[in-house]
């Protein structure tokens, strides 16, 4: 009777940690599908309006928590974007081209807290590192490749196959280590804006560019030419959250080398071969964020020294056939001394639900060298209406300097007016327009041809 | 004599009882109300914000929270999927985090937001705030019902975006019932209706309907398994955890 007794407490016993076990799992193990769909459809306003940008974007996020100490996340991107580029009739078989689509995988990691000790976390697979404490534009966000697809859209990076360490001291002071093992460059812009950061080359007198193509340097797949990694130190101190930090790697966009001019007419028009590489820099940074009298505050730097003095070589030779020796040129594409980007900013919530943000930046994305940084002024005045429904920012985009001694000749504004609706809870419907206008060598007064009207429509699920 | 002695015993107690009763100054019994509504060492709980328009049409918002004293809470959403993983973190002297999922890290939270609604509902960063009322407001009682005192509260804080609060709180059991909100030019501009009921030792608000008169709009929050004194750790609430 006594070892009948035993048995059904064991056997309760049994059930009740089962289930408790088999519920623990149906709650915390679910693996969560989310997502969004995204259309995104721009045209040009001048006429004869031409499309400039067609993206459909369906966006699927994976999140489990595979025990209480560790989580797997993904998010890929599946899209059909750009127009059919159709020239030839053999093109008409291919799908791909006619229909133009990828598949991103975005980022794919396993996150394990307490790794090790209960202090520490760790991050395996492609994920994004975001650092920096500005709005979008930051100086020291430099682990994940830039993603300039689109240009509009202002410091989107891909994910980085890394791993991530997070050690944190308490709850105020952690430090991050980061290693990515092989260097990942930066994607260019796409469609009317491909040549958006390609620097403009000062060509001898009397010489016409005609056709220009190059060669890129993918530095050595090796632990030693190719990794990336970074260092940072986060805290919090009288009301302040900063960091500082250190980043060992190579600038993700390519800077021309070597540059081989062919003549192509004998009207001086040539044709150049440029050699492209990626160069090795330390970057030193520093942000901090905080609030002062109710006005968010928030300041970021980031100090670039490159490894080396970048020489660019101009081989003349073709257009010299005479000449018993090459005729080269040589120019500092960039010296071998720090040049430093930052960015300060404030933003203020009113009372009517209106929202200001504003920022100062010194020195852009492609910018390189002390003497190439210019002044960005960035501002956005957004406010909600109808139980924050409907949201309008009639003021929104930037002002551009790049050269204070001849202001007059040398700025551009960027205006992007913005009212957005939320039909329903997951449906987000944006209407926009990009306005550009301005005067001398800026990236962004060559976009005035480029004004455009912008759709988007993202649904959540 | 011995039945009178214990009459008279009686009375007394009663009668000063009564006495001490309605001698209640206004602090102490907001200091009740505080010890009502914020004695729970920590929280945790799921809540179910309703949004009603004026048309009477309504929208869902689902959230779970995790709370220790009156300063420190995390804030999920879980539904609508456009705002879902969105988190806020609150910690002492001002000091809020978002975490947004789409950006992968958190941001700073100007305190100016404190001026705002909160997440489109009624409620507006500083009405969500669990900071005590007697750190609060000044009170005043200026009226006792047969179930309820009505106390005025006056901001402490010129930076408040209400002039003062009129506040109806249960005589027995030192909770709010009910509270009307007056702008800064004394105008009602918000009412809120409390349904208290009590899990374990404490009272636990399982119900606000809060009604922006201006707009006609309401908010109402249910909370549902809610939990107290669970031990909670502060290493719940920091940014390592708003992200995770």
């Known amino acids: ?461 | 004599m011995r039945n009178l002695k214990s009459t008279i015993v009686s009375l007394f107690l009663l009668t000063g009882g009564m006495l001490s009763a309605s001698a209640q100054d206004a602090n102490t019994i907001l200091k009740k109300i505080d010890d009502v509504m914020y004695s729970p060492k920590d929280m945790t709980g799921e809540t179910k914000i309703i949004l009603i328009d004026k048309a009477g049409k309504q929208k869902t918002r689902e959230a779970n929270f995790i709370q220790k004293g009156n300063d420190k809470r995390i804030f999920r959403f879980t539904t609508p999927a456009s705002q879902a993983g969105i988190a806020v973190l609150s910690l002492p002297n001002d000091v809020m985090y978002l975490y947004l999922p789409a950006f992968g890290k958190e941001r700073r939270i100007s305190s100016s937001v404190k001026n705002q609604n909160f997440a489109g509902t009624d409620f507006s960063y500083d009405d969500m705030e669990s900071k005590p009322y007697s750190e609060k407001y000044t009170p005043k009682l200026i009226n006792t019902e047969e179930d309820i005192y009505i106390l005025e509260l006056t901001p402490k804080s010129p930076k408040s975006a209400y002039s003062r609060l009129i506040v109806k709180v249960h005589k027995t059991n030192y909770y709010p019932t009910y509270m009307e909100y007056y702008d800064r030019g004394n105008k009602k501009t918000k009412v809120a209706v409390y349904q208290f009921e009590k899990i374990g030792k404490y009272w636990n608000a399982k119900e606000i309907e809060m009604t922006d008169l201006q707009k006609n709009h309401k908010t109402k929050m249910l909370m549902s398994d809610v939990k107290y004194d669970t031990g909670l750790t502060d290493d719940e609430f920091t940014v390592r955890k708003l992200k995770q």
């Open chain 1, 1 to 461: 009777m006594k070892q009948i007794g035993l048995t059904v407490i064991i056997i309760v016993i049994v059930l009740s940690v089962n289930s408790n076990i088999a519920k623990a799992q149906d709650d915390g193990n679910k693996m969560k599908l989310s997502g969004e769909l995204l259309t995104d459809q721009r045209f040009l306003l001048e006429d004869p309006n031409d499309w400039a940008w067609n993206e459909n974007r369906l966006t699927l996020k994976l999140n489990r928590k595979i025990t209480g100490n560790s989580r797997f996340y993904s998010e890929v991107w599946l899209r059909n974007i750009g127009l059919p580029d159709i020239i030839f009739p053999e093109v008409l078989y291919n799908k791909g081209i006619v229909d133009p689509y990828n598949l991103e995988v975005r980022e794919a990691y396993v996150q394990l807290f307490g790794f090790l000790t209960k202090n520490l976390d760790v991050k395996i697979g492609r994920q994004r590192i975001a650092w920096g404490t500005a709005d979008k534009l930051n100086p020291t966000d430099n682990l994940n490749p830039y993603d300039l697809e689109d240009v509009i859209d202002f410091g989107r990076h891909r994910g980085a196959d890394a791993i991530s360490l997070d050690y944190y001291f308490n709850s105020e002071f952690s430090l991050q280590g980061v290693f990515i093992p092989f260097f990942q460059p930066a994607n260019m812009p796409v469609g009317i804006f491909a040549n958006a950061l390609t620097s403009s080359m000062e060509l001898p007198g009397g010489m016409t560019l005609m056709e220009s193509s190059g060669r890129v340097h993918m530095p050595r797949y090796n632990l030693s030419e190719s990794s990336t990694a970074g260092l940072k130190f986060k805290g919090f101190a009288a009301g302040f959250d900063f960091s500082l930090s250190y980043v060992w790697g190579r600038d993700g966009i390519p800077i021309s080398t070597y540059n081989t001019f062919t003549p192509v007419d004998a009207m001086g028009g040539i044709r150049i071969f440029s050699q492209l590489s990626y160069y090795r820099t330390h970057i030193f940074g520093a942000d901090l964020a905080g609030s002062i009298g109710g006005v968010g505050v928030w300041a970021e730097a980031a100090a670039f020294l490159p490894k080396n003095e970048v020489i660019m070589t101009n081989n003349l030779s073709a257009l010299y056939p005479m000449s018993p020796v090459p005729v080269t040129q040589d120019t500092t594409a960039l010296e071998k001394k720090i040049y430093t980007k930052f960015i300060l900013g404030a933003d203020y919530n009113f009372a009517n639900g209106a929202y200001l943000n504003f920022q100062y930046m010194h020195g852009f994305i492609n910018e390189r060298g002390k003497d190439a940084l210019n002044d960005y002024f960035f501002v956005r005045l957004e406010k909600k209406f109808f139980e924050d429904k409907l949201k309008i920012a009639p003021v929104g985009g930037g002002f551009i300097v790049s050269d204070w001694s001849d202001f007059g000749n040398n700025y551009a504004i960027i205006y992007i007016p913005e009212i957005s609706y939320m039909a329903t809870d997951n449906a987000e419907i944006t209407l926009s327009a990009a306005l550009f206008n301005g005067k001398g060598d800026n990236m962004f007064v060559n976009f005035k041809d480029y004004n455009m009207m912008m759709f988007k429509l993202k649904y959540s699920f």
